[in-house]
């Protein structure tokens, strides 16, 4: 009896798995192809994602929502529906103050560039968000932490300009650690020179849009990040000018968890909404079509 049970469980598996010649095999993909796939795991949940379903969702967590971080061009070509150009690609850094750290500053350049594909740390495009033309700007935090050079100074005020001389609306996505300190006093002045342009806009009733997405710090925060016409924040995004860490030891008082995050800011008055990635086309997009028409009228 027993033996005819184990006949009746074992033989059809066999039977199934055994190759017919001339009937072709299923070709359903192994577990291990699907294991091999490239994939990121989040460092919130540590839930591993494969790139492709990550890409897909725009580079948000599918298993608990975290925002990961996005490249400058990535994000643009994902925020605009059709780019006209990109802009401020002829400026280049120079190395007016030779500075050296642990390694001579053009070397770090470099090494950056190679890193990222990009020259410098913040990409420029005009193009349409939905019927809208706009220009829009983005910091690539791979680029050196983000930091604010001349060239991303130079970049940034060239977009302004534009922005104002063809009275599009401008967007800037703000991610940097903040001024670029192998420049210097150079660095620092891009926070006057950058604020002036952004006047200029509100002067002119061009509007002006901040999307603050994780880091946003230091001489950035200070100058063209917080002074938009309307801040949208990331969930979760860090935003602060000096450090955690470094408020810390200054007011000798260890400071709560949800200390500069953006649903923090956003109870304090700092930001005006915290967005979904999910929701940001839709929601800049209301956003300007409201403040270009009551600009027009
Ligand atoms: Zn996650």
Known sequence: MSNQADIASTEPTIWLNRSVPGIKQSTVPTLSAVATEPSTECPECHAMTTNTALILNQNVCPECDHHLPMTARKRLEWFLDSVDKELGQEFNAGNPLQFVDSKPYP??????????????????????????????????????????????????????EKALAERKPLVCFAASGGARMQEGLLSLMQMARTSAAIERLRLAG???????????YGGVTA??????????AEPRAMIGFAGKRVIEQTVREVLDEPFQRAEFLLEKGTVDMVVHRHQLIDTTHRILAKLTKANAA
Do not use: W
């Not at 061009?206 to 946003?216: D, K, R, S």
């Open 206 to 216: 061009v509007p002006y849009v901040v999307i603050l997405t994780n880091p946003v």
């Open 107 to 160: 070397e770090r350049m470099l090494e950056a560039q190679r890193k990222t594909g990009e020259s410098e740390g913040l990409v420029v495009m005009s193009g349409k968000l939905k019927n809208l033309d706009i220009i829009a700007c983005a910091f690539d935090f791979r680029f050196m932490g983000g930091s604010m050079g001349s060239v991303v100074g130079d970049r940034f005020v060239q977009a302004a």
């Open 223 to 232: 100058s063209l990040a917080m002074l938009g016409d309307v801040h949208i």
